[in-house]
């Protein structure tokens, strides 16, 4: 449990720690306990221009980081991998203490997932080649180059602020860009362990800077004129905006943004063996993922049996203290959250759909942001609990007839970032994930990985983070024809 408070008064600014140019302090909050555990400076607009000048510099420098060989950066982010690890438990203190994740999730994905990207991209850029010689139709031979796009506004939303951060800072860091990170204020904490990695890794000045702040802090820099690249993950409201500034600017942006996946159980499916990647597809960090299959949709032959299952499954998980080694489902990340959560159910009420489990508050836990587990049964695909993103732990069950129909349903949506299939055959599982709108989607499981692209279509966003795509969003490709 944490109980000395967390208080830093400078900022992370172009490889210094500095004097914040305001005196506004960012007050974090636990999730679980509703106590303030930490304080940070909150960055001003002056701050950021101080951020954007160093990556500015950083960046420009002749014999600076862009210019490196490959070779040296890689050894850099290997260095940056270590200190990352060597500071895994209290990564995951901070991130479960401010937003609620479950501590063994923190354990895999905020503490290690980071450090795994960052020596995945510095394998792949110090393997693949950034030129390439192409002959041409019309003669002669073309150049081909990759080089780096410049300096990177990267803006994270709270729910994975560690690993969400990893998916921007090491490619852009393979790529030779320079970075200033804008971390969400429910999650500001552990942005310093982050920081400290960085020093201690000895990045040059300038190449990665912090800055704490809200959406007016990521909304400035985005619009910075010294930025080149923006990168943002968070919800599809603040993505339109930001795409919107990113247009007129003509400035390169990547939108990782909501989801309401589908998780498709064919009749075939073996329900029993597969309730562990069930959770880790439908309600990993207490729904608040954006890739999660939160309908779940179930054809009529097997409806009840189905709603069954989901009910007894959802109904016996351990709610808690996501510092609890045997929690599995932790609190909203802030009472805010838990009343749009808590809006959601009784909505689905009024809409008529039936609460099969949860649906309130844990009897047992008075302090905290907690929402039971909660499914819906009989949820009708066209009702705002159906088409609307969540973000806690509540299911809809969707019945279908046949497959067509279940395809039909799964891409009734605006969204299109996850999705999964269950089936005990995999050649029916893949037939069916073809069929999906979908920029992600899994067979019996849905598990992310550094090689595989991961990004949405439609209102889930634009381009792809991670695998050798997500490296191309941080770098420029240019041909010089060459003499002929
Ligand atoms: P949010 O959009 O409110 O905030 C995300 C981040 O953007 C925060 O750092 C916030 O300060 C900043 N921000 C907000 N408005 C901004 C603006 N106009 N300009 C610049 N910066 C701005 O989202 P949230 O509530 O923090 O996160 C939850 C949302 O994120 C959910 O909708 C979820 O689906 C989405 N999400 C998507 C992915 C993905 O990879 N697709 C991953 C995690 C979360």
Redesign the pocket.
């Known amino acids: 449990m944490m109980s000395d408070l967390i208080e830093y008064d400078s900022l992370f600014i172009g490889g210094d720690w500095v004097t914040p140019d305001s005196s506004e302090v960012i007050t974090v909050v636990s999730a679980n306990t509703e106590e303030v555990i930490g304080r940070v400076p909150e960055a001003s607009e002056r701050d950021v221009d101080r951020a954007v000048a160093a990556a500015r510099v950083a960046f420009d420098d002749p014999g600076g980081w862009s210019s490196w060989p490959a070779a040296r950066r890689a050894e850099a982010m290997r260095r940056l991998a270590a200190a990352l690890e060597s500071r895994g438990a209290e990564i995951v203190e901070r991130v479960s203490g401010q937003n609620g994740m479950p501590r063994v999730i923190g354990e895999q994905l905020e503490a290690m997932f980071p450090a795994t990207l960052l020596r995945y991209y510095a394998d792949m850029v110090e393997n693949a080649a950034t030129e390439e010689t192409r002959p041409g139709l019309f003669g002669g031979n073309t150049l081909v180059t990759r080089t780096p796009a410049g300096v990177v506004g990267a803006?994270?939303?709270?729910?994975?602020p560690q690993a969400?951060a990893g998916f921007k800072l090491a490619p852009a860091l393979a790529a030779g860009c320079t970075v200033v990170i804008?971390?969400?204020?429910?999650t500001v904490l552990d942005s310093y362990l982050l920081a400290e990695a960085i020093e201690e890794a000895g990045i040059p000045h300038g190449v990665v800077s912090i800055v704490p702040?809200?959406?007016e802090?990521?909304?400035y820099?985005?619009a910075h004129p010294q930025v080149d690249k923006i990168a943002?993950?968070?919800?599809?409201?603040?993505?339109r905006?930001?795409a919107k500034v990113c247009g007129e600017l003509l400035r390169p942006v990547t939108l990782?943004?909501?989801?309401k996946s589908a998780a498709i159980i064919l009749d075939d499916a073996d329900l029993p063996a597969s309730l562990q990647n069930l959770f880790g597809a439908c309600l990993l960090n207490n729904g608040?993922?954006?890739?999660l299959g939160t309908r779940i949709l179930a054809p009529r032959s097997r409806y009840d049996e189905i709603v069954d299952t989901f009910t007894s499954f959802a109904g016996a998980l351990t709610v808690g203290d996501a510092l609890d080694p045997a929690t599995q489902v932790g609190p909203m990340v802030s009472a805010r959250q838990r009343e749009r959560v808590e809006g959601y159910i009784a909505k689905g009420r009024n809409d008529g759909a039936r609460v099969t489990t949860g649906g309130g508050r844990p009897k047992d836990l008075d302090r905290g942001w907690f929402v039971e587990p909660t499914v819906f049964a009989d949820v009708d695909n066209a009702t705002t609990i159906a088409q609307e993103?969540i973000?806690g732990p509540v299911l809809c069950v969707i019945p279908y007839g046949d497959v067509d129909d279940a395809v039909r349903i799964a891409n009734d949506v605006d969204y299109g970032?996850g999705g999964s299939v269950w089936t005990t055959d995999p050649d029916r599982g893949l037939d069916v994930a073809r069929r999906v709108n979908t920029g992600t989607i899994g067979i019996n499981g849905y598990l992310p990985d550094p090689t595989a692209p991961?990004?949405?279509i439609k209102a889930?966003?634009l381009g792809r983070?991670l695998g050798p795509e997500g490296l191309a969003a941080y770098q420029q490709i240019r041909s010089v024809y060459l003499d002929k």
């Not at 803006?155 to 994975?160: A, E, L, T």
């Not at 804008?182 to 429910?186: C, G």
């Not at 943002?232 to 993505?239: E, K, L, V």
């Not at 990782?256 to 989801?259: A, D, Q």
């Open positions: 803006i994270i939303p709270w729910n994975f969400l804008k971390p969400s204020p429910e702040g809200g959406r802090i990521g909304a820099l985005v943002f993950t968070g919800s599809t409201a603040a993505g905006s930001i990782e943004l909501g989801g608040q993922a954006c890739y993103e973000f970032l991961f990004g949405g889930s966003g983070e």
